[in-house]
């Protein structure tokens, strides 16, 4: 049952062990399970930048031992999302802007030659799914449900992939922008942004469902160029959660309200904080 409610709020859940003839969960499921919860937490901003992470109260909020705790965080660590600090703790890790870049340049890339493909490919179905995804969209932005209608675009832009031959290459897609993923949940609670990306996206769909190949991959790359403006504003209103790139020394963390913070602890050595 702890471990039920732990993973409340749409996460995987762990189911108990039940008797001694049941298959066991082995302690890597159980770790795998938690850092994608705490992944999710991460990149939605429910866990901000620079929040603590303490393996005791993690393992109290997740019903387990300290070891898949640390599993888990050493995995996030090793994608940038999590910042270790032998003898001082652990912290949610800055939005490195370097990522965000490359992350941008990339998915521009492919997006682009993913419309540019799907347009040979449209038909009266494919746009009448299309128009679906957008209303869909809209729906879900006048009644302020930010989840569900950053799984909707992720939805939409999913589909012109498979339209356009490749669905596999979303994947690569969805497993690089982790930290570009940060910055558009920001601008969607932060900045409230939602109204344009729908606009952009109304763009596209009506390029694609034209079979303007040449607009479809202008409008294509402005709403993927859109990001760089929301992170000149988000550097100016929120500072403090980004950093330029990997290498540069981390800040020491601010205090951070709730359950997930220890008693603050005197600032490391700079050799400590540098050292990975």
């Known amino acids: 049952m702890a471990r039920n409610r732990a993973l409340e709020d749409g996460g995987p859940k762990i189911p108990a062990p039940t008797d ?5 969960l082995r302690r890597n499921t159980i770790a795998e399970q938690i850092h994608a919860v705490l992944r999710r937490d991460i990149i939605c ?3 901000s930048p620079r929040a603590s992470l303490a393996e005791q109260e993690l393992a109290r909020r997740f019903g387990v031992s300290r070891t898949p705790i640390r599993e888990a965080m050493i995995k996030l660590a090793d994608e940038g999302l999590v910042e270790i600090f ?14 965000v870049l490359d992350s941008q340049f990339a998915r521009e890339t492919l997006e682009c030659a993913a419309v540019e493909k799907a347009v040979a490919h449209m038909d009266a179905e494919h746009a009448d799914r299309l128009k679906a ?5 809209r729906a879900l932005q006048k009644s302020g449900d930010d ?14 992939f498979a339209l356009a031959g490749h669905p596999t290459a979303w994947l690569f897609v969805t497993g690089a922008k982790a930290q570009m993923d940060r910055v558009r949940y920001l601008a969607m609670t932060v900045l409230r942004k939602q109204p344009s990306v729908v606009a952009q996206h109304a763009q596209v769909i009506d ?9 479809a991959v202008a ?25 330029e790139a990997a290498g540069d020394p981390p800040a020491l963390p601010r205090p951070e309200s709730g359950a997930l913070n220890p008693p603050a602890r005197k600032r490391p050595r700079k050799n400590e904080a540098t050292s990975r």
């Open 86 to 99: 032998p003898q001082y703790g652990s912290f949610v890790g800055p939005i490195k802007l370097a990522e």
């Open 45 to 47: 901003g429910r866990l």
């Open 20 to 24: 001694a003839g049941a298959t066991l």
């Open 219 to 243: 409008a294509m790359r402005t709403h993927m160029r859109g990001i760089l403006k929301t992170i000149e504003i988000l550097r100016g209103d929120k500072h403090d959660y980004f950093v």
């Open 133 to 137: 995804m957008l209303d869909r969209q």
């Open 147 to 160: 989840e569900g209608f950053f799984r909707a675009d992720e939805a939409m832009h999913a589909f012109i």
């Open 207 to 215: 390029r694609l469902c034209a079979r303007d190949r040449n607009g």
